[in-house]
C-alpha cells in the first residue's frame, strides 16, 4: 500500500502518529471483550486484529478504500468490507460496539456518521470514538488537506449528546496544563519549559520504554503486539499518548478528545 499520510501505517508513520494510533485501540479493547465490534475506517487491519486478539467475539472492519480492505484481509485475516461510514453497510442493531478513531473529521456530513453509528448498534451498544480538537489541532496542523469537518470538543460533545446517552468523555496528549498539574508533566518538550520538562523527560525514559527509538521500531513492525502489551505502573502520569478521563476542571487542554457513549436501552 502506498502511504499517503491519509491512513495510518505503522511501518511508515512518524512515532508520534503511530503511538496516538496505538494507544487509542489499546483504550477501545478494554471495551469489547465478547461483544461483537465493528471498526470503522479500519484501515491496513491492525486495530482490528488487535481488538479481536483482546477477546471480541467478532470483529468486522470497514473502509472506502478496496486496498485498504485486501490489505487487511491478506495481512491479518480481518473481515475487512468496503463502505462508506456515511453508509455503513451494516444491518440495524446488528453490533455491540463501534470503534471509530480519526474518522469523523474526514466525513463531509459528520451527523450523518453519527446517525450511522448509533443505527446499527444494539441497545445498549458502545460508541469509542475520537476526533482532533480543532482549536488546538489546527496550531499544530493548520492546513490537513484529508480533513474536512473538524470539531471543538463543544461541538463534538453536543453532537454525540444528541444521539447518545451516558457519555464519558477522555484526553489524549495535553496541549496545555496549569503549572500545577502533574499531567504537565507528559506535555511534549518543546510545549514545556524549564524544570517541569526536564523531570518529565526523565520520568518518560524510565517509565515509558516502549517509547524509546529502537522500542518504537520494533512494534512498528508488530503493531498488533504494541496494542496488546501491557503499560509500566504509574506510567500514564507522564506519557504523552495515555488517554485519561476528561476533567475541565484539571485545565488541561488536550490534542485529541474521545468519548465512550451508549445507546440508549430503548428506542
Known sequence: MEYTGERMMPEKADARTFWEHIYRYRFAAGYVHNKEVLDIACGEGY????????????????????????????????????????????????????????????????????DECRRVLRPGGVLIISTPNREVYRKLSPNN????SELSHLEFAGMCEKRFTKIEYFSQRPFWTAKWSVRGLAMPADASSGKRAEIGWFLQKWLCPNLSEEKTQFYQEHPVEAILASPRLFSSMVDPYSIRKYKPQQIEIPVFTLAVAYRASSG
Not at 485498504?68 to 442493531?93: F, L, Q, T
Not at 488537506?145 to 474536512?148: G, R, T
Open 145 to 148: 488537506p484529508f480533513h474536512c
Open 47 to 114: 486495530g482490528a486484529k488487535a481488538l479481536e486478539k483482546s477477546g471480541a467475539a467478532k470483529v468486522v472492519g470497514i473502509d472506502i478504500s478496496p486496498e485498504s480492505c485486501e490489505h487487511a484481509k491478506m495481512k491479518y485475516g480481518v473481515d475487512a468490507r468496503v463502505g462508506r461510514a456515511e453508509a455503513i453497510p451494516v444491518e440495524n442493531s446488528s453490533m455491540d460496539a463501534v470503534v471509530s478513531f480519526e474518522t469523523i473529521e474526514h466525513v463531509p456530513r459528520p451527523d450523518i456518521f453519527l
